[in-house]
């Protein structure tokens, strides 16, 4: 299973990028997936998640409301758009397949990562 994330890149503050990630070696639509971040000299942390649908989906607190996750199961890929964004958003982000049809934010519940995209937000 190989994920590749892409569309990382230098922002300025209120603006807007909008990551993807396709998956190979895995149908995508029978599992949960997600992103994570991390910053430099901190641990990596869950921003959101989806389910096998487009149905459920779930951000974390510090997202909620500027980021949207999305799936697009024809194409194995899931997105994630970010809205608004702050210079506390740089960090590397991650996506993530679950080793379930479920989503969650915990770290440990996600079989295969992709290799990372950067994001920089400039204040």
């Known amino acids: 299973v190989q994920l590749q994330a892409s569309g990382g890149g230098l922002v300025q503050t209120g603006g807007s990028l909008r990551l993807s990630c396709a998956a190979s070696?895995?149908?995508?639509?029978?599992?949960?997936m997600a992103w994570f971040r991390q910053a430099p000299g901190k641990e990596r942390e869950f921003v959101a998640g989806?389910?096998?649908?487009?149905?459920?989906?779930t951000y974390s607190n510090t997202v909620k409301g500027r980021f949207t996750i999305s799936k697009d199961n024809a194409k194995n890929t899931i997105a994630l758009q970010m809205y608004s964004l702050k210079p506390e958003d740089t960090a590397v982000y991650y996506c993530?397949?679950?080793?379930?049809?479920?989503?969650?934010?915990?770290?440990?519940?996600?079989?295969?990562w992709g290799q990372g995209t950067q994001v920089t937000v400039s204040s």
């Open positions: 989806i389910g096998t649908t487009a149905l459920y989906t």
């Open positions: 070696g895995r149908t995508i639509s029978g599992y949960g």
């Open positions: 993530a397949t679950s080793t379930t049809r479920c989503t969650t934010n915990r770290q440990v519940d996600y079989a295969y």
